[in-house]
């Protein structure tokens, strides 16, 4: 996703073995999917790196010094794509919990209206 018009992916790993079973979809993405999807992201630098005997996996950096890891073993071309669109997509912030499940500036004095609340 872009901040402020500027894509926040920056660089984006495809690791994978020639050998292993588990990198079969991940060799099919590489075939029919990576050279549209490189051609539609030019911001974007994309690096294959050879790794045998280790499951596929892909590694986005971010702008903001972060990094994502997705596991993609076993998963069929199409997963692998919306796999890597969700890194591009990513902003690359870390997760974090919220306390309540509402966020509100000015939290209300009286509490949290809820349907129980009896008049």
């Known amino acids: 996703m872009a901040l402020r018009g500027v894509w926040q992916l920056q660089k ?3 690791s994978y073995s020639d050998w292993g079973g588990s990198s079969r979809g991940i060799r ?3 075939e029919s999917h990576l050279p549209a999807f490189k051609e539609s ?3 974007l630098e994309v690096v294959m790196e050879l790794i045998r005997g280790q499951h596929p996996h892909l ?3 971010y702008k903001n010094k972060n990094e994502r890891v997705i596991c993609v073993k076993n ?3 199409e997963d692998v794509l919306h796999h890597a669109t969700r890194l591009r997509n990513a902003l690359g912030r870390k997760v974090l919990k919220l306390k309540t499940r509402h966020v509100t ?3 209300s004095v009286q509490g949290t209206w809820t349907t129980d609340t009896k008049f």
Do not use: S
């Open 28 to 30: 099919a993405f590489m």
């Open 41 to 43: 992201n030019p911001q």
């Open 75 to 77: 998963m069929t071309p």
């Open 105 to 107: 500036k000015h939290p």
């Open 59 to 61: 590694k986005g950096f």
């Open 12 to 14: 984006l790993i495809v």
